[in-house]
């Protein structure tokens, strides 16, 4: 009787886990949110969501109006997307595709309504 060494489906490597702690948090928005960010003092913050702030080391960030941050992009998938350890590591690094319900909305909704300003008489 012979057993499989094959590593199960929510195992990652230590290589894997070290590739995720060092995403660019900065490309990471840009590329998956489609959001602006732009250099702010002595950090980073996003265009959309101004209360969303990147460090300096382009890794850390804080959600102030969420009361939310972290050390890295894992930290990021995990309390705004909703992932496990597994989930974000694999996703950020393109390991697999994920389709996530994010705890948070992360787009901001339009306020702006069209209103026909000449009626049809």
Known sequence: MSYSKSKPSNYVTKEQIE???NVDMVEFLERTEGF???KSGN????????SLFITNDRKGWYWNSRDEGGNNAIAFCMKIYGQSFTE???SLCGDIQMEYSPKYNTKKKSS??????????
């Open 19 to 21: 590739r995720a702690r």
């Open 43 to 50: 950090g980073y913050r996003c265009d959309v969501h101004d």
């Open 88 to 90: 974000a590591v694999k």
């Open 36 to 38: 602006s960010v732009k």
């Open 112 to 121: 702006e309504e069209k209103i026909d300003m000449h009626p049809k008489s």
